[in-house]
C-alpha cells in the first residue's frame, strides 16, 4: 500500500517513533531519549524536543489561564447586571414605600424603636438629643459625591450615571423623611422630659405600632437587601478571579526547566557487540 501522508507527517511519525519519554523513578524528572544513526543527530532532535515540550508546556498554561479569565470576566458582567438590577428593584420599593436600609443593614423604623427602648430603660433624667446626622444623610453625601465624579467620565445619559441619580432622588426622600422623624422624635423625647416616663412609654409604643405596621414592607426590604449582597459577594469574588486568571495569563514560568543540554551516551543502542558475541 503506498504511503499517501504529506512530508511533515511522515516526518513527524518517524520522530515520534524514535522518542520516548518517561519520569525518572523516585523523582519528577522528565527524561526524553531520542534515537538516531548518527549521535549528533540524537542529541540536536532531543534538545529541540526538550525546548519544545517547555514551550508547549507555557503556551498550554497561558492558553487556559486566558480561557478561564475570559469565563470569570463573563460570569463579572452578569454579576454586575444582577447587582444593577438588584439595587434598581430595591430603591424603587424604598420610593414607593418609603422606608430605608441603614449601612448596618437594619430598618430605620426597627433602629428608632431600639433607641427608644434604651431609652426607656436609663433611670438618668431624659434630655432630648439635638439633631443628629443620620446614616442615610451621609449615604446621601457619599452619593452626591458619587455622582459628581462619575459625571466626570460618563455621559449624562449613561445608565450607571442615570440609576445614581435615580438612587439619589429615593435617598433624599428617605433622609427628609428621617429628619422629619428625628424633629417629631425631639419633640416627643421633650414633651417626655416634662411629662415623664408615661410620655416616653407612649412613644415607644407608638413606634411599636409603626414597627408592626411596617412589618411586611420591612420584611421585603431585607430581602431585597439580601439579593444585593449577595449578588455584590458574586461580583467581588467573579471580579478577583478573573484578575488573578488574567495575571497567570500573562506569566512565562511553569515551573519547568531543563537540568542540562542533552547529552550522547558512549555506545550505541544498536549493535550491542557484546551481546552478540
Do not use: C
Not at 417629631?184 to 422630659?193: K, T
Not at 407612649?202 to 449578588?231: F, T
Request: proline share 4%.
Amino acid at each position: 500500500r503506498k504511503d499517501q501522508r504529506d512530508f511533515q507527517h511522515w516526518a513527524a511519525q518517524r520522530v515520534i517513533n524514535a522518542t520516548k519519554a518517561k519520569l525518572v523513578e523516585g523523582s519528577n524528572i522528565l527524561e526524553i531519549t531520542y534515537t538516531a544513526s548518527r549521535p549528533q543527530d540524537a542529541k540536536a532532535v532531543a534538545e529541540v524536543l526538550q525546548q519544545g515540550y517547555l514551550d508547549t508546556s507555557v503556551a498550554m498554561r497561558r492558553e487556559d489561564a486566558a480561557r478561564q479569565a475570559a469565563w470569570f470576566q463573563d460570569q463579572a458582567e452578569q454579576a454586575r447586571v444582577a447587582l444593577n438590577k438588584a439595587e434598581d428593584e430595591k430603591a424603587q420599593f424604598e420610593r414607593a414605600n418609603g422606608v430605608m436600609m441603614q449601612d448596618d443593614k437594619q430598618d430605620i423604623e426597627t433602629a428608632r424603636l431600639q433607641v427608644l427602648t434604651m431609652q426607656g430603660t436609663q433611670t438618668a433624667p431624659i434630655i432630648p438629643p439635638a439633631m443628629q446626622t443620620s446614616p442615610t444623610a451621609i449615604q446621601l453625601a457619599e452619593l452626591d459625591a458619587a455622582i459628581a465624579q462619575q459625571s466626570k467620565i460618563l455621559g449624562p445619559n449613561n445608565p450607571e450615571l442615570q440609576a445614581l441619580k435615580e438612587r439619589r432622588k429615593a435617598l433624599a426622600a428617605i433622609v427628609e423623611k428621617d429628619q422629619a422623624a428625628q424633629r417629631a422624635e425631639i419633640g416627643a423625647l421633650a414633651q417626655a422630659a416634662n411629662s415623664g416616663a408615661a410620655a416616653l412609654q407612649e412613644a415607644i409604643e407608638k413606634q411599636k405600632n409603626e414597627v408592626i405596621k411596617q412589618s411586611d414592607k420591612l420584611e421585603r426590604l431585607k430581602q431585597l437587601q439580601a439579593e444585593v449582597n449577595l449578588q455584590g459577594e458574586q461580583l467581588e469574588k467573579a471580579t478577583t478571579a478573573a484578575a488573578g486568571y488574567q495575571e497567570q495569563a500573562g506569566v512565562m514560568n511553569t515551573g519547568l526547566s531543563a537540568l542540562g543540554p542533552a547529552t550522547m551516551p558512549s555506545n550505541p543502542s544498536f549493535p550491542n557487540m557484546m551481546l552478540i558475541v
